[in-house]
């Protein structure tokens, strides 16, 4: 599933194409992941692109009557997309062909059209008013945007495991399962430590790995595990620099061991057993510094 890198790429992709379009009418194929099809059709027509940003891992289009993308006017209404597990935008010809599986055509005043494509229809679409506060509203702090100070709060006295923390959309929304991955290993930390448990340096460096990995793979234009290409259609490269995710059984780049798989908090998890050593052992590693010291 397209994660924040992921995301964020194809934001800035659209970014340069987009503002300032007017979509002139929205058709659909299948509409099983939109919230109310006509709803979307109505909303979007007839409105100008004014701004796309991210939020999480969704894409908010917001739409503006506005007569050119730098007026005064403010967005009226938000499109929501979410790219589920196969999704992708891309802009293109109005005239040419269009691939299997896509499902909206978004008409724009230029002769192009913004086409989306899904493969698994799990992602989803809607519409909703620019200042009615949602779903979007719940969601946690954004990891490129929280500080150090917030984000060790966000880990103190949470007494679940740091990799389903990560993963949970309240707590840091954009984050999920490749980059949960690749952050512990940098931080040393592993997957099943409690969040309360970490202490403050070494939450200070699961918060610099995140960073770090995060706007490293953003400038690689995400990971391009299976099905996702950026707003091009290009694939992105940062699968080529992953230092544990579906590495199972390849050696670690930093210690040689091998590395392991697990499933934690219900998800496909990789790790280096001997970077990041597991609670269990760190308690027994304790248990035995303390009979050595009797």
């Keep these: 599933m397209p994660e924040l890198p992921e995301v964020e790429t194809v934001v800035r992709g659209l970014r340069n194409l987009l503002p300032g379009r007017k979509i002139l009418e929205v058709r659909f194929g299948k509409t099983d992941f ?9 909303r979007a027509s007839g409105k100008r692109i004014q701004n796309i940003r991210r939020h999480g891992k969704f894409l908010v289009f917001e739409l503006s009557a ?3 993308s730098g007026s005064e006017h403010t ?9 589920g597990m196969t999704g992708n935008l891309k802009v293109t010809d109005r005239n040419a062909d269009s691939e299997p599986h896509t499902h909206v055509f978004f008409s724009l005043d230029n002769g192009k059209e913004l086409r989306y494509r899904d493969v698994r229809r799990f992602g989803r679409m809607f519409v ?43 707590a840091f929304r954009g984050m999920g399962n490749i980059y949960s991955d690749e952050a512990l290993w940098w931080a040393r930390i592993h997957p099943r430590r409690l969040a309360s448990s970490l202490k403050r340096d070494e939450a200070g460096r699961l918060f610099s790995a995140m ?28 699968q080529l620099r992953h230092r544990v995710y579906q590495r199972t ?36 590693s304790t248990r035995k510094l303390h009979k050595r010291a009797r």
């Excluded at 939109?34 to 109505?42: F, G, H, L, Q, T």
């Excluded at 967005?75 to 790219?83: K, S, T």
């Design 34 to 42: 939109v919230d109310n099809p006509a709803a979307v059709s109505e």
């Design 66 to 68: 506005g007569e050119t």
């Design 75 to 83: 967005a009226e209404v938000d499109l929501v997309v979410h790219l």
């Design 128 to 170: 909703e008013e620019h200042a009615k506060s949602t779903e979007l509203a719940a969601l946690g702090a954004d990891p490129l945007e929280v500080n150090e100070s917030d984000f060790r709060k966000l880990l103190s006295g949470r007494r679940t495991q740091i990799k389903a923390l990560l993963l949970n959309q309240s």
């Design 211 to 238: 960073r770090k990995v995060l706007l490293q793979a953003i400038e690689s234009k995400g990971s391009s595990i299976s099905d996702y290409v950026d707003a091009q259609g290009q694939r992105g490269s940062f």
């Design 249 to 284: 059984g390849k050696k670690c780049s930093r210690c040689g061991r091998a590395i392991r798989h697990s499933i934690v908090a219900g998800r496909s998890t990789h790790f280096c057993p001997r970077c990041q050593r597991s609670p269990r052992a760190r308690k027994i």
